[in-house]
């Protein structure tokens, strides 16, 4: 597990600074780590620009026998006196991920890596599949924005998607524990910044595209060409299989650019509860459709599929809602592909439980409450739709916006939220830098907005309450018998970001405990 300096450097395109060729081809390069003081002896520091300083600046915290960095992190290093070998190339993250994974030995070779992308669904469909390849008895790692999981053991990670030198490392680490089954979410953002380039995917799958990050693609098309690199015949990261979600009009045009290589098998689906604008139901047809689902009293769906029109199968779904139908059909699609739909995979993924997605909180009332990780406005939607199928009573959202992102969204989630929802509750998210209370208006004038215009019913009840726990217990107080409430926007997370502060905070404990209140008679 080791690469000599001067390979490096030729497969880098780069060049050496501080060494001669045959010295380059005598050292060795064992890791490579973005954290200076990560670096450990006998490793590379990759010391790349940031939005406020260069990385080449914290390289005296390294232990590094050599440094990866441009001509801006060059300078910067032998300005102040940096005497340590340099392989200098245009853009670091360019070629970052093929360096880690040279040095490396290249594990995803011998992984049969799935790569999920899409604006919602990532986490559950990810987790289907690990459900479903553990109980078809494969050794199988999970990778994704709850954590990194090996054979369902926890193992410490950052980010949806690790930067390049982190992913290669798992990789590696998986490898050597005898895993052949990686599952992988691929976020637009690892996808433009380079992440994810030196793996080799067996199989890339797109769920589906709405709004969302467009503080950092600054469009949809941006975002979409994003995504786009997965499926990309001209790209370094295509598998040779894909699995698209076509009902929508951007799965559509994946699975085009997709079998713009002939070598790649296109696997498309559809499912019924959503049609593209651009072809009515009736005329599309997909290599695997997923029938209208039956739903038990207790949430289970039973969902049908059929295989160009005359295979059909049906699996069972723990997880409600016609989103989580098109997760299930796309997760079936690719065991399929991979050679492991069967009735073991099948048991598995009848078992799966995805933790803040539509996770019941539970403590003997007499209305359902769940949380669930909705923030965005499409699964703000989805989430109320589906809400609404079940309820014969009110439904009730608590919901917020995230500050440092795309700030367009915000009054579209406060829509959504209203036209949803019965009861709307505007509360805090994530405010991170911003203040909290501009936030929120922007949230609110886009909910009172839909009230004003009737796109909302006009007995919609929108309030604002700053803080996310207050919040939380007021909806609480308002179910009734019968009613349905979501809170919405964090999921999983257990901490919420006001002022670059992590405080300890947990939607589904807060909520567990309001229920709890209400049933002792909310006593002080």
């Not at 910044?193 to 469009?219: I, P």
């Not at 505007?426 to 501009?438: H, K």
């Not at 349905?484 to 300890?504: C, L, R, Y």
Request: negative net charge; glycine residues 10%; proline residues 4%.
């Amino acid at each position: 597990m080791t690469a000599t300096l001067a390979k490096l450097c030729n497969l880098a395109h780069g060049r050496l600074d501080g060494i001669t060729e045959s010295a380059a081809a005598g050292t060795d390069i064992a890791a490579i780590e973005l954290n200076a003081a990560d670096v450990p002896e006998g490793g590379m520091f990759a010391a790349v620009p940031g939005t406020r300083t260069h990385g080449a600046r914290y390289a005296q915290q390294s232990a590094a026998t050599a440094i990866l960095t441009d001509e801006e992190g060059l300078k910067i290093l032998r300005e102040a006196g940096e005497t340590r070998p340099v392989l200098v190339v245009d853009d670091v993250r360019a070629v970052m991920g093929h360096v880690a994974a040279e040095i490396y030995d290249h594990p995803s070779d011998s992984l049969t890596i799935i790569g999920v992308t899409g604006t919602s669904g990532k986490t559950t469909t990810t987790y289907m599949l690990e459900g479903a390849l553990l109980a078809a008895g494969c050794s199988t790692g999970i990778i994704g924005t709850t954590g990194t999981r090996i054979n369902g053991r926890a193992v410490p990670s950052s980010l949806t998607t690790p930067e390049a030198p982190a992913l290669q490392r798992l990789f590696h680490q998986m490898l050597s524990e005898g895993v052949t089954h990686v599952v992988m979410e691929v976020s637009s953002h690892a996808l433009s910044l380079g992440r994810v380039d030196g793996v080799s995917f067996n199989v890339g799958c797109f769920l589906n595209l709405s709004q969302d990050h467009l503080d950092f693609h600054k469009t949809l098309e941006e975002y979409f060409q994003a995504k786009a690199k997965l499926f990309d015949p001209a790209g370094p990261t295509h598998a040779p299989k894909a699995v698209v979600c076509i009902d929508d009009d951007w799965g559509v045009r994946m699975a085009d650019i997709a079998a713009g290589d002939p070598d790649v098998q296109v696997t498309t689906v559809h499912t019924q509860h959503r049609v593209t604008d651009k072809m009515p139901a009736a005329e599309v047809f997909a290599e695997w459709h997923a029938a209208a689902a039956t739903v038990t009293t207790n949430g289970v769906q039973h969902v049908e599929l059929t295989r160009n029109n005359t295979d059909t199968v049906e699996v069972e779904v723990p997880l409600p809602g016609a989103f989580n139908v098109a997760n299930a059909a796309v997760a079936w699609s690719v065991l399929d592909a991979i050679g492991h739909a069967n009735d073991a995979a099948k048991s598995g993924l009848a078992q799966v439980r995805v933790p803040g997605r539509m996770e019941r909180i539970d403590r003997g009332q007499d209305f359902l409450a769940v949380v669930d990780y909705a923030h965005k406005p499409a699964a703000v939607a989805e989430v109320l739709a589906t809400l609404r199928a079940q309820t014969e009573g009110r439904v009730l959202v608590v919901v917020g916006a995230g500050g440092d992102r795309d700030t367009a969204k915000r009054p579209i989630m406060g829509a959504e939220a209203a036209c949803g929802a019965d009861v709307v509750i505007i509360t805090d998210d994530n405010p991170r830098s911003e203040v909290p209370s501009e936030i929120r208006a922007a949230v609110v004038a886009g909910a009172k907005e839909a009230v004003a215009s009737g796109k909302a019913s006009s007995d919609t009840v929108v309030e604002e309450i700053g803080g996310r726990g207050q919040a939380i217990r007021r909806v609480v107080e308002l179910a009734r018998s019968g009613d349905s409430i979501v809170v919405a926007g964090k999921g999983h997370e257990t901490g919420q970001d006001i002022g670059g502060v992590i405080h300890p905070f947990d939607d589904r404990e807060q909520l567990a405990e309001a229920l709890t209140q209400r049933l002792e008679g909310f006593a002080d």
